[in-house]
């Protein structure tokens, strides 16, 4: 961060090769100058004039909020994975609240052959999903994590489950973040982190879920299985 009596005017955010700064336009294109000054850099893109690509994520600028989203990347994976839903039985209609000790699991009858390719599918399908769930579709983190931790021992459900996902993605496709312009005149900093537990209802294992956020915006999201 960059300081400038009592104020931050600049963030610099810096990943592999990709750098961003976010802060008071004088500011931000400074040190983009200054970056390029050492370094050979490409063009310098501003998000006030166009929406910016960064790290897999759309940024534009919406009268002052910022949004991100991966709409594109939803666009292009409902199409790829809805020609392959068609090719293969989609998810039962209560698949996604059914337990392994439930007899309706077609994991353990299947052919070994028939097995390893349900259990392909499914890591591929919640693969690409993670993919926004990580990065701009939080919204979908607990349902994802649940559908995860059944894919080695049963694949069907979570195949079944990551369907339910891919239906709910399909329903709500343009879902994303929004940073709300918050002007401040301090160095004044919250971080504010939010956990949860279930306590096994199941009697299985419990399910954490945080949330931070700083300056009341998000930054960061996690639901995992304990």
């Known amino acids: 961060s ?3 009596v009592n104020r931050v005017i600049d ?19 400074a040190c983009m100058k200054a970056i390029g000054d050492m370094w050979k850099v490409s063009k310098i893109e501003s998000i006030r004039q166009q929406s910016l690509t960064y790290l897999g994520m759309v940024m534009e600028w919406k009268k002052g909020d910022i ?20 090719r293969h039985t989609t998810a039962e209609p209560d698949s996604f609240s059914k337990h392994p000790s439930d007899s309706s699991d077609g994991s353990k009858s299947l052919h070994q052959s028939e097995m390893n ?36 021992q049963h694949p069907q459900i979570a195949l079944n ?12 496709p343009y879902f994303g973040i929004r940073y709300i312009f918050q002007p401040t005149t301090t160095l ?34 996690n639901s995992t299985r304990q």
């Open 67 to 86: 949004l991100l989203h991966q709409r594109t990347y939803v666009k292009d994976f409902l199409e790829r994975w809805g020609k392959a839903r068609s």
């Open 11 to 29: 963030h610099i955010g810096i990943k592999v090769n990709d750098v961003t700064a976010m802060g008071i336009l004088r500011a931000a294109m």
């Open 117 to 152: 390719k349900v259990t392909k599918q499914a890591q591929s399908l919640i693969g690409g999903l993670l993919w926004l769930s990580t990065r701009t579709r939080p919204d979908i983190s607990y349902a994802l994590s649940s559908a995860s931790t059944y894919v080695s």
């Open 2 to 4: 960059i300081f400038e």
């Open 188 to 221: 004044s900093v919250a971080l504010d982190l939010f956990t949860d537990a279930s306590f096994a209802p199941e009697g299985g294992r419990s399910q954490t879920g945080t949330i931070t956020f700083f300056n009341n915006s998000l930054v960061s999201w």
């Open 161 to 172: 489950k990551a369907w339910h996902i891919y239906q709910y993605i399909s329903t709500y």
